[in-house]
């Protein structure tokens, strides 16, 4: 969507979850995606027409979703950079000057051959550097102080596209004592799953990776609870023949999440 003076207007998801620092630095860097990607390709002359425009509405809105769910994570449990994240989203917009026949930059690499990547977080602006710095500082003082010598929580694992949801149950969770891995993908699931620290799992059906979670959480004897909008009885017998401990109505599950989670600590 476009703001009354032409530019992408992103409608951000920063969650409450998020410390302030990563709260801002979400804000800055979806602020600025799709100002610098229009500026840089008008400076280089690249084509910039309603095509183009909706690519970086597309890309804006998927870097908006990708910090979100990054941000929210303890520091310590992040496994990209902001702007590694910024740099995902700008390589989306490669198709779109190979289609073009535009030429790719001497300056150009693996995975950017077209330069657009800023060097460092000053290209992004000063409100981007500020916020940057400053989360830079809070996760430094924030892995300074993270005990190696604990024992690690015991976590849950949840797996779905229903950000809501996800924040609910992984609320829920944290505040019995558990961290909590939000997933997207079967390598997500499998990553949280080698920590040999998952205790619990939550599924949506309506995820398309759906059974291939559900099968290697139950591989790993984690009990697991698959939640979806509307489950019959067929559904329900399929699931737990396959190992689920619990299938529930998702909005039944949302409304007491916390009832899902045995207090720990």
Partial sequence: MLDSRGRVAPSLRILTCMVPAAQRLHAALVSAFPAYTTALFAERGYPLDRSTVEVIETATAQLDLDLAEGLEQPFVEQRRTPLELFSLALGTLNQILEDADVAQSPDGRPGDPYGLVPGSSAALGDAVQA??????????????????????????????????????????????????????????????????????????????????????????????????????DLTETGLRAAGVRSVVERDRLLSEPEASFPRIG
Avoid at 134 to 146: D, E, F, M, R
Avoid at 194 to 203: E, I, R, Y
Avoid at 210 to 217: P, Q, W
């Fill in 131 to 232: 916020a940057h710095t400053q989360w830079g500082a809070a996760k430094a003082i924030a892995l300074t102080h993270v005990d190696r010598t604990a024992p690690p929580r015991p976590a849950v694992v949840v797996l779905t596209a229903d950000r809501v949801a996800r924040q609910q149950l992984c609320e829920a969770a944290e505040q019995a004592g558990y961290q909590c891995h939000g997933a997207r993908n079967p390598s997500a699931v499998a990553s949280a799953v080698a920590t040999d620290t998952v205790k619990l799992a939550f599924v949506d059906l309506a995820h398309r990776a759906a059974h291939d979670a559900v099968a290697r959480l139950t591989a790993a004897g984690i009990p697991t609870t698959v939640f979806g909008a509307e489950i019959d």
